[in-house]
């Protein structure tokens, strides 16, 4: 058995994750958790090899980990450790690793035509990766070889991405860039908690990552801006003690001040709170937890740290990830349209559907 890897290195990806720590899995790992065109087919895999049963292989290899957040678990030193791993799990196995190998073809058949000599397989899998990244070594070959052999594809597109403003909105938010806060994040019916942040071009952080998966080309997005905050009440308390606040001074007290001052300077008016019609607060209130953006696209594969789309599953066993229109060639990981929200849930996805078509090839 042999892996060809056509870049000098193995687990490229692997690396540059987590912030070079690699975060491996999700411990709260359920199918609600992956975005497809049949939102059932990812369970057999995930069911059959869950996050548990990564840990315990972590575990078994002794590399200290931790949890960061939301069940998100990391490399302590760095994800080194992880790509160490598997390449000893390779060797424990009689796998040879071939790196610096371009793949020219597939006949049927399974002739395998490289830079290195041709190949003959009995089974072939193909776990090529999506588009993102393209700097790590992404190509679209997964999809060419699916194409090759008559699978459809379900339209790919960046996923887990920044987003960018069109020409207004990038004028109105001009120099917040690096400004981060909590937020709700709204898109395609799916709702996200966690931060937010400006960048030159747009929007970015987890919450707005996260919501990309979902969004659409054309659609706005949903930002409540003060998602553990009642505005209405704290104004309302502030008038009843007769304070003579401005909503702006308010919002400060929620909202890092750059951005309390900005959205003060664009939706006015800001006078005193005890002078403000219950009208007027409200429609104040409503603007900030239910604050409408329009993004103009995103920045692309480039900085996307997944692909939504891929080969469709209905080309696909669930239990074995065969190709049913060709025996014996197997698709997995996110080459598959099968993509994870973000925290540890696509390499969980990878670990899963490796594993299920590992027990046939």
């Known amino acids: 058995m042999a892996v060809v890897e056509h870049s000098a290195q193995v687990g490229r990806k692997i690396l540059i994750s987590g912030g070079g720590r690699c975060n491996f899995t999700n411990l ?34 002794a590399i200290p980990y931790h949890e960061k957040t939301l069940g998100q678990l990391f490399c302590d030193r760095s994800a080194r450790d992880v790509v160490a791993m598997l390449e000893k ?10 790196t610096g190998c371009g793949v020219r ?25 999506g588009l993102s990244v393209p700097k790590s070594g992404a190509t679209p070959f997964g999809y060419t070889v699916a194409s090759q052999f008559g699978l459809r594809l379900v339209e790919c597109r960046p996923a887990l991405v920044p987003l960018t403003f069109g020409p207004q909105d990038t004028v ?62 704290s104004a309302g308390e502030a008038r009843a003690a007769g304070e003579r606040i401005e909503i702006r001074t308010l919002v400060r007290r929620f909202l890092p001040k750059s951005l309390a001052d900005r959205w003060s300077e664009l939706h006015g008016p800001w006078q005193p709170v005890a002078s403000l019609s219950d009208r007027e607060l409200e429609a104040l209130a409503s603007g900030l ?28 066993s669930s ?20 993509t994870g929200q973000l925290g540890g849930f696509n390499f969980q996805w990878a670990w899963a559907s490796g594993y299920s078509a590992g027990q046939y090839v």
């Open 28 to 61: 709260h790992t359920r199918p609600e958790n992956f975005l497809s065109a049949n939102p059932h087919f990812a369970k057999s895999a995930l069911a059959r090899y869950g996050s548990g049963d990564f840990v315990a292989l972590v575990q078994r290899h």
């Open 105 to 129: 073809g597939i006949a049927p058949g399974f002739a395998i035509e490289t830079t290195a000599g041709r190949l003959e397989a009995a089974s072939v899998v193909v776990a090529t990766g």
């Open 289 to 316: 937890h239910d604050w409408r953006v329009e993004p103009r696209g995103t920045e692309g594969y480039e900085k996307a740290e997944v692909t939504a789309g891929g080969v469709d599953t209905a080309e696909l």
């Open 172 to 233: 109105r938010w001009a120099g917040l860039a690096g400004v981060s806060t909590l937020v709700d994040v709204t898109a395609g019916g799916h709702t996200f908690r966690e931060k937010m942040l400006f960048t030159h071009r747009g929007l970015s952080g987890p919450a707005i990552l996260q919501a990309s998966s979902y969004w659409r080309p054309g659609e706005a997005v949903q930002i409540d801006l003060l998602p553990q905050i009642d505005l209405l009440r």
């Open 319 to 338: 239990k074995t990830f065969e190709a049913r229109k060709a025996p014996g060639l197997y698709f997995i990981g996110e080459v598959v349209d099968v």
């Open 89 to 98: 799990e390779c060797a424990a196995a009689g796998v040879r690793i071939l």
